[in-house]
């Protein structure tokens, strides 16, 4: 199947606090949610203090107040609202369905409910990460790699999961969604960490290391970088600006932690790690020379 990166769902108790850290510090435009009709829309409790919502067409980031009784209120196994995840666009969100049935792994199929033309399947994968996949139902008239992110003036790098067995949940993506796994590409980069591909791997989205990261969680891996933050453990999206130096002077500004990783991972990528305010690493890239 083909596939993309449709939104990063951020776990936020404190959506005010939440969105503050993302307008002010990262720089990003808030945009307008667009719901189903009324027909079709389920119990999704939104408001401004429930969620804060960056980017167009549902797309991009969704910061979310954790909602305990959502799945009861939805018919949902899996809760959607608690832990934060990444959602995968696919171009057959049935033949998914089908894929999981015969795997015989778990799923919410919640259909139209949250998002206008947005048919939504929820899941775990074998690291008991929340996945969303889903397909969009109304034609979007898109080609390449996420063209929409040209209208932000940022984009979603990459996300990366945490997978205490990387093998077997590479294979859980290749397999039901017919993902392609790919190589990761340090291009000389003085990193210290592992790309053996029982530690770290890559679904890509075109070059650059741009996709679907998966990493076997490693306590040493800011101690030996020299960070403050782990970005081997938890998991965490990363964001591609246009300036991050901009970024960096407004942490500054507002005495906000961040780790300069400076290019040392991926060829051309600036990368800084940081945290909202509820704890979850973010990185903020840039690509440079």
Request: charged share 20%; aromatic share 10%.
């Amino acid at each position: 199947m083909s596939w993309s990166i449709h939104h990063v769902n951020m776990c936020s108790p404190n959506v005010a606090r939440t969105r503050t850290f993302l307008r002010d510090l990262l720089g990003l435009e808030e945009g307008a949610w667009v719901y189903p009709p009324t027909d079709q829309i389920g119990e999704v409790g939104h408001n401004p203090e429930s969620i804060a919502y960056f980017g167009t067409g549902n797309r991009g980031i969704h910061a979310v107040c954790p909602i305990s009784t959502f799945p009861k209120d939805n018919g949902l196994l899996i809760n959607p609202t608690i832990g934060g995840h990444v959602a995968i666009t696919v171009n057959d969100i049935n033949a998914l369905m089908e894929n999981l049935d015969n795997a015989s792994l778990p799923y919410d199929d919640a259909g139209i409910y949250a998002m206008r033309g947005v048919h939504q399947v929820y899941t775990y994968d074998p690291s008991w990460n929340v996945i969303e996949f889903n397909q969009v139902t109304e034609p979007e008239g898109w080609t390449g790699v996420q063209p929409w992110e040209a209208d932000w003036g940022w984009g979603i790098h990459h996300v990366n999961l945490q997978a205490h067995d990387v093998r077997e949940t590479a294979a859980f993506f290749s397999e039901v969604a017919g993902m392609d796994e790919g190589t990761w590409d340090r291009g000389g980069t003085e990193g210290d960490f592992s790309i053996d591909p029982t530690d770290l791997t890559i679904f890509p989205l075109g070059d650059g290391n741009r996709g679907l990261h998966l990493i076997r969680p490693d306590p040493e891996f800011g101690r030996r970088n020299g960070f403050m933050f782990n970005p081997s453990v938890g998991g965490h999206p990363a964001f591609m600006v246009p300036d991050i130096k901009a970024v960096m002077a407004r942490m500054d500004a507002a005495e906000w932690p961040y780790d300069d990783a400076g290019v040392y991972a991926m060829p051309g990528m600036h990368q800084i790690y940081t945290v909202d305010p509820h704890m979850n690493v973010v990185e903020i890239n840039q690509k440079v020379g």
